[in-house]
């Protein structure tokens, strides 16, 4: 089982500032997901990425794959209260049938 | 449709009882997964069903733990007996094939 680590932990920012999130693993993925959870819910896939060196947007989220497919992050503009969760990321393995999550960053956007 | 369906939304319980909880996964997908979130070890993979088959269960923590589905539509996850350290929050998540995996909003289980 791949295991995958992200930093920071926790994250307490203003409104209105950029973050970076970070996923790593000393394996390579084959494919990384990106989710957020918000309190009381369940994770929510927000992206997929499968070539190294891919970036994807999403409104004010960036997503970027490592060149090697060991690394990945996740770069927010602006942050709103609304982006306030637990940001996930997740490998595929065993088939791509089973995923294996990170521990995640808990993100509070303060007004 | 009303996405995956979990119940109960919160459990209480005293050591030593039998907790079951239920989950309906989105119909028509053929995959369902449970799993468990804690603060220290995060959302773990518990077991996974395809076309109702349990295929893999070996995140399963132990012999207390079992899960059913005997049918499409239902899925159970049975702990008996119950312990403190099974506080946590339970997830059901069902699939399509590849595709997006749903998660339902999970049951908060406290173990006194």
């Known amino acids: 089982t791949q295991l995958l680590e992200q930093s920071p932990q926790f994250l307490s920012i203003q409104e209105g500032e950029n973050l970076t999130v970070y996923c790593n693993s000393s394996?390579?993925?084959?494919?990384l997901q990106w989710y957020r959870q918000e309190p009381g819910e369940g994770p929510v896939l927000l992206v997929t990425?499968?070539?190294?060196?891919e970036v994807k947007k999403l409104k004010r989220l960036t997503f970027q794959f490592g060149d090697a497919r060991k690394d990945s992050s996740l770069h927010i503009t602006a942050a709103q209260p609304g982006d306030t969760g637990l940001y996930l990321c997740?490998?595929?393995?065993?088939?791509?049938?089973?995923?294996?999550f990170g521990i995640g960053t808990k993100l509070q956007v303060i007004p | 449709d009303a996405g995956v369906i979990q119940s109960p939304r919160h459990e209480v319980t005293e050591m030593g009882q039998e907790v079951t909880l239920r989950c309906k996964p989105i119909?028509?997908?053929?995959?369902l997964f449970w799993y468990r979130q804690t603060m220290m070890r995060g959302l773990e993979l518990l077991i996974y069903?395809?076309?109702?088959?349990?295929?893999?269960d070996s995140g399963m923590p132990e012999d207390r733990f079992s899960a059913k589905m005997p049918n499409a539509s239902f899925s159970t996850l049975k702990i008996q007996p119950s312990e403190p350290r099974d506080s946590a929050v339970y997830f059901c998540?069902?699939?399509?094939?590849?595709?997006?995996?749903?998660f339902g909003p999970g049951t908060r289980l406290t173990v006194l």
């Open positions: 997740a490998s595929r393995s065993g088939g791509y049938q089973k995923v294996t």
């Open positions: 394996s390579v993925f084959s494919s």
């Open positions: 990425v499968v070539t190294g060196g």
């Open positions: 119909s028509g997908h053929d995959y």
């Open positions: 069903f395809n076309n109702n088959v349990p295929i893999d």
């Open positions: 998540a069902s699939r399509l094939m590849a595709d997006t995996q749903y």
